[in-house]
């Protein structure tokens, strides 16, 4: 009996593999191929249209001192609703890379949506982050979702600014 539902489950993952897995004919031909790179827009349609992902975070300043409190807004100038959270990751800039800053921090996990046209803003208290002087980039995730086929695509949204004094 097990070795039937074994044998069983095979066929099944063979089959399904079969029609899940893309065979060479079903990917773009070699004349539609830019530098040996396949168009995934081809073989999978637009995910999300570049008109509907345009979030946009400002800071209200560009430098800051280590007691300062950061105004982050992430402006939605798309056509479509944004969600974000309070969550974020901080980036040093370490000789010529960025590095990320490890943030003893917990964030509520809250989804925020932010309508076409709309903002939202979050303040920080950079005292809390315990900032040494430096170029920092504070980078968060915004998920863009597109109405007509209901796809989601998570974008990563960022702002650099200084730390002084």
Do not use: C
Request: charged share 20%.
């Amino acid at each position: 009996m097990k070795r039937a539902i074994l044998m069983m489950l095979l066929v099944f993952g063979l089959v399904l593999a079969y029609q899940v897995l893309p065979t060479q004919n079903s990917l773009p031909e070699a004349g539609n191929r830019e530098n040996g790179s396949i168009n995934l827009n081809e073989t999978l349609g637009p995910i999300v249209p570049a008109e509907n992902a345009s979030p946009l975070i400002t800071l209200n300043k560009r430098v800051y001192s280590p007691n300062d409190t950061m105004e982050l807004t992430i402006v939605n100038s798309g056509k479509t609703n944004l969600t974000t959270g309070y969550a974020f990751k901080l980036y040093r800039l370490e000789n010529g890379t960025w590095k990320e800053v490890p943030l003893n921090l917990m964030f509520i996990e809250i989804a925020v949506i932010i309508e076409p046209g709309k903002s939202w803003e979050q303040r920080i208290n950079l005292k809390d982050l315990n900032l040494e002087p430096g170029h920092y980039r504070i980078e968060k995730t915004v998920v863009v979702t597109d109405p007509a086929n209901e796809v989601s695509m998570g974008i990563k949204a960022w702002a650099e600014f200084e730390v002084r004094g």
